[in-house]
């Protein structure tokens, strides 16, 4: 990945100096240009992934577009005994892709996994991404931070399938994303961090009961006013509220269906955050 960074900052570069400009385009476009000009001859697509560094503030990605400025492909050879990935660079100069050559010489397609025909573009991933309120949400309170962002089509261990990742970090500590299903674009999960593990746990509230079947109470740390978000399980807004709330937090779960839920609580100027399980 490191290698690939430089290899993509040197081009960066040598397009800042031609005073060309990048523009977005989507995974499928890539993919096209990539069969109409018989790049991978001989070789599986193993990944697609659009990268934006903030080293590299030309290599933008546009998760709520489901486009990237640029792209990187890697294959695997049809010949097993070729373990070498093949890699590509995809840009699209005043929209015109073209692409280049990327030195995997040090890399290895060993437990790599070749991807099918049948995923869904890159755009279809983002209209699922703005019905998730939580990930919209976290996306535009950050997008001016943001040290790295990915959407890429691979496949997953873990799930036994290909998915579409998506990920956007602001820092080790702070980072939010979520899978899809590569064929439907079904989400398949979600994780957002916003703070260190150890930070995390100290500003971990306690729902009371937990499980709950009508009301629970959260103990805040300050009077004063408090905001709090209820997300679903597809991080879907549920429940919101903003008030002075005293130093407890009452909340009426009856109207919800039985699921976990996460609750992102801001008090006096701090955010915590809370879990609670729904059963009845």
């Not at 070498?84 to 015109?96: A, C, D, E, F, R």
């Not at 025909?117 to 755009?123: K, P």
Request: hydrophobic content about 40%; proline content about 2%; glycine content about 6%.
């Amino acid at each position: 990945m490191k290698k690939l960074f430089l290899v993509l900052a040197a081009f960066v570069v040598f397009v800042s100096s031609s005073s060309a400009q990048l523009s977005f385009f989507t995974a499928k476009d890539a993919y096209n240009y990539i069969k109409t000009k018989n790049l991978l001859d001989g070789y599986k697509l193993t990944s697609l992934m659009a990268i934006q560094n903030s080293q590299i503030p030309m290599a933008e990605v546009d998760l709520l577009a489901g486009k990237g400025k640029i792209w990187v492909a890697t294959a695997k050879s049809n010949d097993e005994t070729d373990t070498i990935p093949k890699g590509l660079l995809l840009m699209s100069i005043l929209g015109n892709i073209s692409h280049q050559d990327v030195d995997a010489s040090t890399e290895s397609t060993v437990g790599m996994q070749s991807l099918g025909e049948t995923w869904v573009n890159s755009t279809e991933v983002a209209v699922k991404i703005k019905e998730n309120e939580q990930f919209v949400k976290f996306i535009n309170d950050n997008d001016d931070k943001f040290q790295m962002v990915i959407m890429g089509l691979l496949y997953h261990p873990q799930f036994n399938t290909e998915v579409w990742m998506t990920s956007a970090m602001v820092s080790e500590e702070t980072v939010g994303g979520c899978l899809y299903n590569a064929t439907s674009a079904d989400q398949i999960e979600c994780t957002f961090m916003m703070t260190s593990i150890q930070d995390a746990v100290s500003k971990m509230l306690a729902a009371v009961p937990n499980p709950a079947k009508d009301m629970l109470s959260i103990e805040l740390p300050e009077q004063g006013e408090t905001e709090y978000y209820i997300y679903n399980e597809v991080g879907n807004i549920v429940k919101s509220d903003k008030s002075n709330f005293g130093d407890k937090l009452l909340l009426n779960v009856n109207d919800l269906p039985n699921g976990v839920y996460s609750i992102l609580i801001n008090n006096a100027g701090k955010t915590f955050n809370s879990r609670v399980t729904v059963v009845r």
